[in-house]
């Protein structure tokens, strides 16, 4: 079983700078894309920020020039790293990965998501 730990949301003023972290655990044998979603109240999840295994980083236009993605492969640790926050940024941010494991004797693929970190952008 392979598992996604998130940590590091919170509250934090219009402007400020915030963290995220999101650790994979688990009988892993090698992970691709590692990616951040969000959600707001009433609205759909949408993509922040990818970091594929191999590739260049994307992100969302909304956060483009202050979000920035990076992955820790030796460690099987992606970051996010939020400046310039604004009010709209107000979301659960979810770690979501695609990962092959190891169950019982046969390597699976699986699309695996965190448990999410609310991070609120308020004055």
């Known amino acids: 079983q392979v598992q996604l730990v998130e940590s590091g949301g919170g509250l934090v003023q219009p402007g400020g700078s915030l963290g995220l972290s999101c650790v994979a655990s688990?009988?892993?044998?090698?992970?691709?894309?590692m990616n951040w979603y969000r959600q707001a109240p009433g609205k759909e999840r949408e993509l922040v920020a990818s970091?594929?295994?191999?590739?260049?980083?994307n992100y969302a236009d909304s956060v483009k020039g202050r979000f920035t993605i990076s992955r820790d492969n030796a460690k099987n640790t992606v970051y996010l790293q939020m400046n310039s926050l604004k009010p709209e940024d107000t979301a659960v941010y979810y770690c979501?990965?695609?990962?092959?494991?190891?169950?019982?004797?046969?390597?699976?693929?699986?699309?695996?998501w965190g448990q999410g970190t609310l991070v609120t952008v308020s004055s």
């Open positions: 688990g009988s892993i044998v090698s992970i691709s894309a």
């Open positions: 979501n990965a695609d990962i092959t494991g190891v169950l019982g004797t046969s390597k699976l693929d699986f699309e695996v």
């Open positions: 970091a594929p295994s191999g590739g260049s980083t």
